[in-house]
Antibody
Framework: EVQLVQSGADVKKPGESLKISCKGSGYTFTNYWIAWVRQMPGKGLEWMGTIYPSNSETKYSPSFQGQVTISADKTISTAYLQWNSLKASDTALYYC????????????WGQGTLVTVSS | EIVLTQSPGTLSLSPGERATLSCRAS???????LAWYQQKPGQAPRLLVYGASSRATGIPDRFSGSGSGTDFTLTISRLEPEDLAVYYC?????????FGQGTKVETK
């Protein structure tokens, strides 16, 4: 069974750093891209970027370039999304999702990680 | 960036009725790389349709997608109570991948 299991909810203060994770199982992790999608409270879905764990090729949305870093460790089938300095506006639910080819639909999604940034 | 505009914002229907959701793109979507997702409250999105008209694995045949170029439609032929959700379209042919703002399907 294909699964993407994300790390748990986190509460941080503005200026702190954070790295959340997404572990894939039930498929060959290096054959699929992993995307990250933001959903702010009560809002829609926004694509942040995507990584190919086989060679760590990464593409970012212009809206998120320089704001976050996407990485992956193929040895443990895990992708990451990290911030160096969080802002209150980063408060959101973050999903990971896989896609087979670079131009592919997101066919499996993680359960989401809620990040709350508050002083 | 391709902007996707979904209409209506909210669709109020009774079980058994037909639902027609629209997604219009600001420019032509490459090779019909258009998907539809369903998101129920408190859940992650689920892929319904890809390639504009291909149903994803396990999706009931009451869901169908159509369209090309800049105009796409998701149709639910007979609404079931479990279909109450927000539906998003997404284009995945051009970068950045973009989503529509969503259509909420609610009980009349």
């Amino acid at each position: 069974e294909v699964q993407l299991v994300q790390s748990g909810a986190d509460v941080k203060k503005p200026g702190e750093s954070l790295k959340i994770s997404c572990k894939g199982s039930g498929y060959t992790f290096t054959n699929y891209w992993i995307a990250w999608v933001r959903q702010m409270p009560g809002k829609g879905l926004e694509w942040m970027g995507t990584i190919y764990p086989s060679n760590s090729e990464t593409k970012y949305s212009p809206s998120f370039q320089g704001q976050v870093t996407i990485s992956a460790d193929k040895t443990i089938s895990t992708a990451y999304l990290q911030w160096n300095s969080l802002k209150a506006s980063d408060t959101a639910l973050y999903y990971c999702a896989r896609h087979y080819v670079h131009t592919g639909p997101f066919d499996y999604w993680g359960q989401g990680t809620l990040v709350t940034v508050s002083s | 960036e391709i902007v996707l505009t979904q209409s209506p914002g909210t669709l109020s229907l009774s079980p058994g009725e037909r639902a027609t959701l629209s997604c219009r793109a600001s420019q032509s979507v490459s090779s019909s790389y258009l998907a539809w997702y369903q998101q129920k409250p408190g859940q992650a999105p689920r892929l319904l349709v890809y390639g504009a008209s291909s149903r994803a694995t396990g999706i009931p045949d009451r869901f169908s997608g159509s369209g090309s170029g800049t105009d796409f439609t998701l149709t639910i032929s007979r609404l079931e109570p479990e279909d109450l959700a927000v539906y998003y379209c997404q284009q995945y042919g051009d970068s950045p991948r973009t989503f529509g703002q969503g259509t909420k399907v609610e009980t009349k």
